[in-house]
């Protein structure tokens, strides 16, 4: 018996070093790769030359609010789509953009093709995107790559592209690189006017898809010389070792620049997206859409994780400290959307200092009924009763819908503190936003602004649109207002019993620093 332990212990430990080894040489040729691959660096580019239709909108803006920058909500996904597709139609010398998905679908092909128009008329554009996304939509974008005005770099690729089994090996042995994702969402225009918020891009995000799952999502967009600020971050992100430009990962790969322009006019003239177009672009108007809403404040800050974070380095804040400093300095009341809620000990035992000191804490997330990562909510619903004890307000966003429609989901990031000052960004309040992802958000005071915040949370929170949770003696409730439901539910309402079961099973799964 003793024999067979020791021969036992052995093979394990040969495993552990085999792995190990493994793990290490494959780390070592991904460095070495990196380092071939890369490209030279680039900046945005200055505000020089000819001036510019973007140029021409904000110069007689910025004179008459010095020292001052401009923001607009983007609530309404309408809205959000045609800040993008306008800005881009208006930019005349470059648009550098940073996604964690972009889609292939209705709005994201309409995106594409705003793209190609700009890089047509002569307009530098630089797209990076989190690769985690990207694999199995290569083609696509290696088409873009192939225009002369645009360059795709992928943030931390894998390498071995085509080969499912080569794939899982690498992200296998380099599951701790891999882990760690570009999560910010940024658009700018001829560095005059940047996008920042939640949204990716594809049709949920923009309600481009009659019938399908739409998300409630927030984006704020920002005018003035905090647009520089962002300018820089988005080159700190481009510039990095670990992205790297599309093409270098297919190097042989040919693209029929022919066919692809076809392909993208086919989706652009489908009679869905000319109905999208209608409704969306039709009533606004670049110069007074892009103007007209824009409130003035000297109080904006930009919240942006350091690039190598993407390392584990900690060499300047994180946007997670940041909130967290920003919590803290509440006095009457903070609200929190965040669709998904991981807080983990730290960030739960700072809510509960606040309402221990009387601050009004309130949350919305996304309810088991319309969440779409029940591995995330399983995490979620061993904090509910805790929080809720220290007296916290729990809303679950139920995502109502009209019968035979998938029900919405929430997907905004908001945090409003003493309804005088907000952050709109990227960042959840979960573990894998404050230690594996990087972030971007807006810091900023303005109450025109925060009233906007203050209402859509409001109008999420109205029991129409969501539950609100209470303790009971330990046991949880959920106050539900729908046609043929009690009043009053002990278990999740309108969640089917497998995602009832499976959120459970998730949570018991020693996961929640990865969600």
């Not at 290490?24 to 020089?48: M, Q, T």
């Not at 597709?85 to 964690?100: C, K, N, T």
């Not at 109205?462 to 409730?477: F, I, R, T």
């Amino acid at each position: 018996m003793i024999v067979t332990s020791i021969k036992v212990l052995a093979w394990i430990a040969a495993a552990a070093i085999l792995t190990g080894l493994a793990s290490w040489l494959a780390h070592w040729s991904y460095r070495r790769f990196l380092r071939s691959a890369r490209r030279p660096a680039s900046a945005a580019l200055p505000r020089e030359g000819p001036s510019t239709a973007l140029d021409a909108l904000f110069d007689p803006l910025e004179r008459q609010y010095p020292g001052q920058n401009g923001l607009m909500t983007l609530l309404d996904n309408a809205d959000a789509f045609a800040a993008r597709r306008l800005s881009a139609a208006q930019a005349g010398r470059s648009l550098d953009l940073m996604y964690f998905i972009w889609r292939t679908d209705l709005a994201g092909w309409l995106l594409i093709d705003s793209l190609v128009a700009a890089a047509d008329r002569g307009v530098r554009v630089r797209l990076l995107l989190d690769d985690v996304n990207v694999q199995g939509f290569d083609r696509v974008f290696l088409a873009l790559s192939q225009h002369p005005k645009i360059e795709v770099r992928l943030f931390n690729p894998t390498r071995y592209r085509g080969h499912v089994l080569l794939r899982t090996l690498e992200l296998a042995l380099g599951l701790a690189r891999f882990n760690r994702r570009m999560h910010g969402k940024l658009w700018i225009a001829d560095g005059r006017l940047a996008v920042i918020g939640a949204r990716n891009i594809g049709d949920t995000y923009f309600g481009a898809d009659e019938g399908n799952r739409i998300s409630v999502d927030a984006d704020m967009m920002l005018v003035g010389s905090r647009v520089t600020e962002v300018s820089a971050v988005f080159d700190s992100f481009w510039n990095l070792g670990l992205s790297l430009p599309i093409v270098a990962l297919w190097p042989a790969f040919k693209v029929n620049r022919g066919a692809f322009r076809r392909r993208l006019a086919r989706h652009v003239q489908s009679p869905q997206s000319r109905r999208f177009l209608a409704q969306t672009m039709a009533e606004r108007p670049a110069g007074t859409f892009l103007t007209g809403r824009l409130r003035w404040t000297d109080k904006v800050q930009l919240l942006a994780d350091p690039p190598d974070k993407a390392y584990g380095q900690r060499t300047a804040p994180w946007v997670s400290t940041a909130i967290t400093g920003i919590l803290s300095s509440a006095r009457r009341e903070v609200r929190l959307i965040t669709p998904y809620f991981v807080p983990g000990e730290t960030g739960a035992a700072s809510l509960t200092a606040l309402a221990a000191r009387g601050v009004k804490v309130s949350l919305l997330t996304n309810a088991l009924s319309a969440t779409d990562l029940i591995l995330v909510f399983g995490a979620y619903r061993h904090y509910r009763a805790p929080l809720l004890a220290t007296g916290i307000s729990i809303h679950e966003y139920s995502g109502l819908t009209r019968p035979g429609d998938k029900r919405n989901v929430l997907h905004s990031k908001v945090f409003i503190v003493d309804g005088q000052q907000a952050v709109v960004g990227s960042l959840n309040f979960d573990l894998r936003s404050a230690f594996s992802n990087t972030e971007l958000g807006l810091l900023f005071e303005e109450p025109e602004l925060v009233a906007d915040l203050t209402r859509m949370f409001d109008a999420a929170t109205a029991p129409e649109q969501s539950y609100l949770v209470s303790g009971n003696e330990g046991a949880l409730q959920w106050a539900v207002q729908r046609p043929g439901l009690p009043a009053v539910m002990s278990v999740e309402p309108e969640a089917s019993w497998n995602r009832r079961v499976l959120s459970w099973m998730v949570g018991c799964l020693p996961i929640q620093s990865f969600l």
